[in-house]
């Protein structure tokens, strides 16, 4: 966070040259954000601003946070989702503080993908920025809303359930229309059902509960 307090400046020659000092939050006035979607987190321990002789403020506060987003999962394994994260400040109206954000969405994209070190589910794709007015009952706010794009890998998907599922299917034609006896074909079609039936288990225990649309891949 960036911003400036024209009743903090000094000139740094009339303090040994002295351009920035590190001061706690509380010390001064900081614009207090809320973020719409947060259901938990953790905050930092850092609660420390830098002071410019100029009266500008910068605060850095990083902190962890879990959020509410809905899921699309109808095309499930190879679907995308799109995460929204809306920071305001509910406390103050757009007459008196209004969000801008300092950087560029392709600066921001550049940024958060250097941070985004894991190698694991999700590929993040794309980050957009909305600056918007928010209009509630007793005035008007100002919202900053991160549009966050995400992309599921699903190889561990396709070949852990769609490759033994489509070979069980193949399996099950091979030997309905091969020249076997009756009780075998009896019997393979038995050890085709168990096997489909823990795949179904399988299915049931990996596929996202958290959607209206149950996923193509678990109504067939």
């Known amino acids: ?33 809320f973020i719409l979607e947060r259901v938990n987190g953790q905050n930092s321990n850092l609660d420390y601003m830098v002071v410019m002789h100029n009266g500008s403020f910068n605060s850095t506060q990083p902190f962890q946070v879990t959020l509410t987003c809905s899921l699309m999962i109808l095309k499930f394994p190879f679907d995308t989702q799109t995460c929204n994260l809306s920071i305001a400040s509910f406390l103050y109206p757009v007459t008196d503080l209004v969000m801008k954000t300092r950087w560029t969405p392709a600066e921001m994209m550049k940024n958060s993908q250097s941070y985004f070190l894991t190698d694991g589910e999700w590929k993040f794709t794309n980050l957009s920025i909305i600056e918007y007015i928010e209009e509630l009952d007793d005035g008007e706010f100002s919202v900053v809303t991160y549009m966050i794009s995400m992309e599921r890998r699903p190889t561990l998907y396709v070949l852990n359930l769609i490759l033994p599922t489509c070979a069980l299917y193949l399996l099950d034609m091979a030997v309905l229309f091969g020249p076997s006896s009756l009780e075998e074909k009896i019997n393979f079609q038995i050890a085709i059902i168990l096997g489909s039936s823990m795949l179904a288990v399988i299915l049931n225990n990996i596929l996202p509960t958290s959607s209206n649309k149950p996923p193509i891949i678990g109504t067939h």
């Open 1 to 33: 966070q960036e911003w400036k307090n024209t009743f903090a400046t000094w000139d740094p020659q009339d303090f040994c040259n002295i351009s920035k000092v590190i001061l706690p939050t509380d010390t001064y006035w900081s614009p207090p954000l």
